[in-house]
């Protein structure tokens, strides 16, 4: 049954090489699970970026390069003569007690810096550890692997850290900062959301051994720098609710199957480039096949995936009550579009037994914005 599911995946990627998961594209998965346009496209390998231009939409959007290289400093500022900084903040900010650290590098093996040696060197030292049997307690570039709709992935934490509690703990560097105690939570949220690809890769090297999944928190360091300087601080994140939901979405990706059959025959989001890699497939075309899938748009999706502007021009064009939040999308439940929500709150329309009550509100919110706009108001 695999290999078929796998056929009808690289039709769907077409000609393209097939471009692989990283912590930042599984932490994209988490944020808006019941696109199904998302998940086919992760799971065929198709680059989307290069799909969304294509088909007119281009995603403008991306890491700077001030921040990737703000990034990168800092990350070697914590973690600069054996992570001496990131002691100091784990002891002071977190009141942790580390009487004795032990500092493993495992960027290579004996000079390989292949993920397969490092990942089989990361599985052995973690798991000695885990059983009380290694002399470790921060593992610098471990490389995990975790299976993904059938694909394993290998990912690269920051750093995992052997500490509290005989746990292992994720620590997640970034270079945005924490503003009296404040960080900005769209960040703090992608930044939990891409640890906790670390945490059950973690959890499924560990489960190999017998290990259970406790000995791996769900509780996430983050360091970042304090105020406005680039002094590091901490915090403990609780990240199980997006633990839980990660798993959620990497059971439905190891379902793949179910969605790709529920796709017509022929479906492909091949741009047929050229020898020069230049797309040769009519754009009207693509975005034909494109609009066979069902979409899930959010307003969020902006932030993190390359197909939000054409799935949010393709909502406007629905009229989708998607368009405006989630906020509105629940607030008007049973009800699909802006032209639907519209046509009760006018009257035009009649409610099923289910809308009534909520078309009652909508009357009544349009009576009420007719008297506050005068003679000329009403309902657009």
Same mark, same amino acid.
């Given at each position: 049954m695999k290999a078929p599911v796998d056929d009808r995946l690289a039709a769907l990627r077409g000609s393209a090489p097939r471009r692989t998961y990283n912590a930042r594209s599984l932490a994209a998965l988490e944020n808006n699970p019941r696109c199904t346009l998302r998940a086919l496209l992760d799971a065929s390998g198709s680059d989307k970026a290069a799909v969304a231009e294509h088909a007119g939409h281009p995603y403008p959007f991306g890491q700077s390069s001030f921040a990737i290289t703000r990034g990168i400093s800092f990350e070697a500022m914590v973690k600069d003569n054996g992570c001496a900084e990131l002691l100091r903040v784990l002891r002071e900010t977190l009141e942790l007690t580390l009487p004795e650290v032990g500092y493993v590098d495992l960027n290579d093996v004996g000079g390989d810096a292949r993920f397969d040696i /490092?990942?089989? /060197?990361?599985?052995?030292?973690? &798991?000695?550890?885990?059983?009380? @049997?290694?002399?470790? &307690?921060?593992?610098?570039?471990p490389v995990l692997r975790l299976e993904v709709g059938g694909h394993g992935v290998f990912l690269e934490p920051d750093l995992v850290a052997f500490r509290v509690g005989d746990r292992f703990h994720v620590v997640e560097i970034k270079s945005f900062p924490i503003i009296d105690g404040q960080a900005d939570p769209v960040q703090v949220r992608s930044a939990t959301t891409q640890a906790c690809a670390y945490v059950l890769a973690l959890r499924a090297m560990l489960a190999q051994a017998g290990i259970g999944p406790q000995a791996v928190s769900d509780t996430i360091v983050l360091v970042a720098p304090k105020d406005f300087t680039n002094r590091p601080t901490a915090a403990f994140v609780d990240a199980r609710k997006q633990v839980a939901a990660l798993t959620r979405q990497l059971a439905r990706m190891a379902r793949i199957g179910d969605l790709v059959d529920e796709m017509p025959e022929g479906l492909t989001f091949d741009l047929a480039p050229d020898k020069d890699g230049r797309p040769q497939r009519p754009a009207d075309e693509l975005a034909g096949a494109l609009d066979q899938v069902p979409a899930a748009y959010r307003p969020d999706c902006l932030?993190?995936?390359?197909?939000?502007?054409?799935? /949010? @021009? !393709?909502?406007? $064009?629905? $009229? @989708?009550?998607?368009?405006?939040?989630p906020a509105v999308r629940e607030q008007l439940g049973g009800i699909d579009t802006a032209t639907m929500?519209?046509?009760?709150?006018?009257?035009?329309?009649?409610?099923?037994?289910?809308?009534?009550?909520?078309?009652?509100?909508? !009357?009544? $919110?349009? /009576?009420?914005r007719d008297e506050l706009a005068g003679p000329t108001g009403g309902v657009a």
């Open positions: /490092r990942h089989a /060197r990361t599985a052995k030292l973690l &798991t000695q550890a885990a059983l009380g @049997s290694g002399d470790g &307690t921060l593992y610098d570039h932030n993190h995936c390359e197909m939000a502007f054409y799935c /949010r @021009s !393709r909502a406007r $064009a629905e $009229a @989708s009550l998607d368009v405006l939040g929500a519209l046509g009760l709150a006018r009257g035009q329309l009649m409610p099923t037994a289910d809308q009534a009550e909520m078309a009652a509100a909508l !009357r009544h $919110a349009a /009576r009420l």
